[in-house]
């Protein structure tokens, strides 16, 4: 449809990153940037994509969404690219093997805008088109949003699943007097933690669990691990209890040691 | 995203029907199918599509929602395409200088979900990629419907228009006979841990953290328990979780034993 007018101003708030993992098509990646723009959403953030970056087809496809394809960044692995976050979605058309929350577009729409109303960072996952996310990028989540679709045919194109929760995010933030409970009220000396310290609380359990032999059988490890982190995510930490965790793993350990 | 599971019966009442006026690309009039498949609406309607029909980009383009491709009518001008409608809606991205009734994609959800439960025949007009519908064409409607997004870039893909009213119409359908989401989507073979068992997960862990020596400033300990306690509590713990837990504080601690 056609419409756009450029003198309208609109001054969006920092609205959360849209990660894409693998893209495979820059046509894609350049449609899910129109959407995010229509969306008033801006942070895009690309996991490897698979043709490269910058990518020509994008720009074309985005439709006049340039800004969004030139600030574009790019990252090696779903870890860097949410590491700065403290609150993270993963989009899954199909229930997972996984115990996760599983909340609605417009419920996670609700979620950001609490958190980033009260200075956090967010960000939604998006997965390859063919296949979706993997479980190991699903379990840098905080929540899962399934966008709820015809379940004979829910396969979505991937800029129709950015819509999906863009334009919830949108009419939150476009009805922003609406508030509602369960967010997590926190201590003011407190803060989210970010994904980079639940990554170093993680990778300190798993290293004291491979020397304690917890982890011992090989082809069980990475499922364990996965488990793990999943369950240890769900909790919502705060940086103070990141340090909290991470002192009981030590004191735990440590007569062990002596 | 991945993940249509046809075995999943989906049996949609007769949706709004989705009439696209002169749609310019095959592949464009495909993807608003696939999205069209995707919110449970099969109806599809064409007006003097421009490079004919049928078309074979766009069968390609939707992505296994052949039925709605196969099944497509085709009609000279949009007066033939709604003649046995009964309530018309038109899609536009601006504001028209005309009087009309301009309503929100969820509340021509809610009518047409009503008007169709009482027997009658309802349809939703787009208009070409570039230009949006005419006013001609939006005289045959009965009221408006604009799609909230940023008054920047407000500029949607053809498909995007579909799916964020399709959207709308399928919501409203599920909502009749279906329960919010914000379940724990869980493993079949586990179940939530219930209190005794997270009791005795904090038990075992707290007197370990006694004898390592954590907890040896007597009058924190009430305190650092509680903290600890709620950020676990938090996690919404499996049962198959809190026996992990517990492998876990046990192999810790098990050399240090020895």
Do not use: Y
């Amino acid at each position: 449809m056609a419409g756009t007018d450029s003198t309208k101003p609109f001054a969006p708030s920092p609205g959360p990153a849209v990660i894409l993992v693998e893209a495979q098509l820059g046509e894609n990646i350049g449609m899910a940037a129109r959407a995010m723009l229509n969306c008033g959403l801006t942070e895009l953030r690309l996991v490897s994509p698979r043709d490269g970056w910058p990518n020509e087809d994008a720009l074309t496809a985005s439709a006049g969404a340039d800004t969004v394809i030139n600030n574009a960044q790019v990252f090696d692995t779903t870890a860097d690219a949410v590491a700065d976050l403290q609150l993270v979605f993963a989009t899954t058309a199909r229930p997972r093997d996984m115990t996760n929350r599983v909340i609605t577009p417009s419920q996670a729409a609700g979620e950001a805008h609490r958190f980033i109303n009260e200075g956090g960072s967010t960000g939604v996952l998006f997965g390859r088109e063919s296949k979706g996310l993997k479980n190991d990028d699903i379990v840098q989540s905080d929540a899962i949003i399934m966008v709820p679709v015809n379940p004979a045919f829910s396969s979505l194109n991937l800029a129709q699943a950015v819509f999906a929760i863009g334009h919830e995010w949108f009419k939150a933030e476009a009805s922003s007097d609406e508030k509602a409970a369960d967010d997590l009220s926190m201590p003011k000396e407190t803060r989210p933690a970010n994904k980079a310290e639940l990554e170093r609380l993680f990778e300190h359990l798993e290293e004291e669990l491979d020397a304690s032999g917890f982890l011992h059988v090989a082809e069980k490890r990475p499922g364990m691990v996965r488990n793990i982190r999943n369950m240890l995510q769900r909790a919502g930490l705060t940086e103070q209890e990141v340090r909290t965790l991470r002192g009981i793993i030590t004191s735990l350990v440590t007569k062990r040691r002596q």
